[in-house]
């Protein structure tokens, strides 16, 4: 299923031009953000923001890899619904139609009629993006597409992405705010186990161009299936004797701050903004632990840093479940799982990370976590 890691690239790149193109056009932008309702609301924001980037970018994604594995059709999932209400009230489906023309048209009704933000909407849509440097050549990866299912976040982090801050990145650091905070997260995962098994991070606003083309993106992926554990990010060096770092949400639990002060030090604890990026800081060794208390996370959120964090040697486990397991975490019986709705509740709440998180690289650096926090939730 090379061929399936290929083309999840190349349609994160595209997802990533949807992104770039929405944000370029100042008035195309300020036509796009409109209010969550409903059981669809992230409780964790009074206002919640849907672009028709995120609806948009979601439906590309669906369609080209429904149109190149058909079998996927009906497993592919993500946090957007594509109904989408224009100003004058009236729903639209927003899907991807079979020209740029017709996708266009469709698109002017979500606008109340505006037929230049559509086109270049379209255009980005419909255009091959540009070929992403993969070095998956030689690489096999065991699966059937009809053994898969697949979870889109189509932007993580709109919160940042609305807001667009522009932050120089500093090589080996860790930036808590700003656009490169925004994601698009494909994650794949076994449909009879839930384990997820491959993941791509696309980050559209990783760096300007310095020849002033505008923002360029950076792109992260990994597989792990079995004995085949491959990431496009190496494993960092073991900091030994460093000391432990711990990235949090700057709305993290008192408790929780305090026990892992505690444990790191103060100056160990860091805080930025999105789920992906926080569990990307871990993959890329910015810190060494990313620990969420509450369940303000999803599915979509998790599923394909998950994939990277396993390739290289972590994971992510379920931290209300951990707590409570007489067995140590590197049993790995508590990690987050794919497959599963929780039946007993509506809208996205059904796909929750209910009981928190802690995403790691390594299986000693949890225990001590656990440990720290054990009696304290
Ligand atoms: C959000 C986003 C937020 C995060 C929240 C996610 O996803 O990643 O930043 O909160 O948990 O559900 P925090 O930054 O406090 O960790 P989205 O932007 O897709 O709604
Ligand atoms: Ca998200
Ligand atoms: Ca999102």
């Known amino acids: 299923m090379a061929d399936l ?60 890899v429904g149109a190149q594995f058909p079998e ?39 606008l109340d009629g505006d037929h230049t933000a559509a086109s270049l909407l379209a255009r980005a849509i419909h255009q091959d993006p540009a070929t992403v440097d993969t070095s998956t050549d030689g690489l096999t990866v065991p699966l059937s597409p009809s053994e898969l299912g697949i979870w889109i976040d189509p932007i993580d982090a709109t919160s940042q992405y609305i807001e667009g801050r522009e932050e120089v990145l500093e090589e080996g650091h860790l930036s808590p705010s700003g656009l490169h905070c925004a994601l698009v997260l494909i994650g794949v995962y076994l449909r009879s186990t839930g ?14 161009d310095p020849a002033g ?24 060096k073991d900091g030994t004797g460093r000391g432990l770092s711990v990235v949090l949400s700057s709305s993290e639990k008192q408790v929780v701050k305090e026990a892992l002060t505690s444990l790191c030090g103060p100056d160990k604890l860091v805080y930025a903004s999105g789920a992906g990026y926080k569990i990307l800081c871990v993959i890329q ?7 969420l208390s509450e369940g303000s996370t999803f599915k979509w959120d998790s599923c394909a840093p998950h994939a990277l964090l396993r390739a290289l040697g972590g994971g992510i486990v379920d931290l209300s479940k951990t707590l409570q397991s007489n067995v140590g975490p590197q049993d790995h019986m508590t990690e987050l799982t794919y497959h599963q709705p929780h039946t007993e509740c509506k809208g996205a709440d059904r796909w929750a990370n209910h009981g928190g998180l802690v995403a790691y690289r390594d299986c000693s650096q949890l225990c001590s976590i656990i440990g720290a926090l054990k009696g304290k939730l």
């Open 72 to 110: 996927m059709a009906g497993f592919i999932h993500g946090e957007e619904s594509n109904k989408f209400e224009n100003g004058l009230g009236e729903s639209v489906t927003v899907t991807v139609c079979r020209t740029e023309e017709e996708t266009a048209a469709l698109l002017s009704t979500v």
């Open 213 to 236: 083309g505008g923002w360029r993106g950076k792109h992260f992926w990994g597989v792990s299936c079995g004995s085949i554990n491959v990431c496009s990010v190496s494993r960092p």
């Open 195 to 208: 384990e997820p098994v491959m993941g791509v991070i696309n980050q559209p606003f990783n760096h300007k």
């Open 285 to 291: 060794g910015l810190a060494d632990a990313y620990v």
């Open 5 to 64: 890691l290929r083309l999840l690239l190349r349609v994160a790149e595209k997802a990533a031009n949807v992104a770039r193109v929405c944000r370029q056009e100042a008035p195309l932008f300020q036509l796009l953000v409109q209010e969550k309702t409903g059981d669809d609301k992230n409780k964790k924001f009074v206002q919640d923001f849907k672009t028709l980037a995120d609806v948009v970018i979601q439906e590309v994604i669906r369609h080209d």
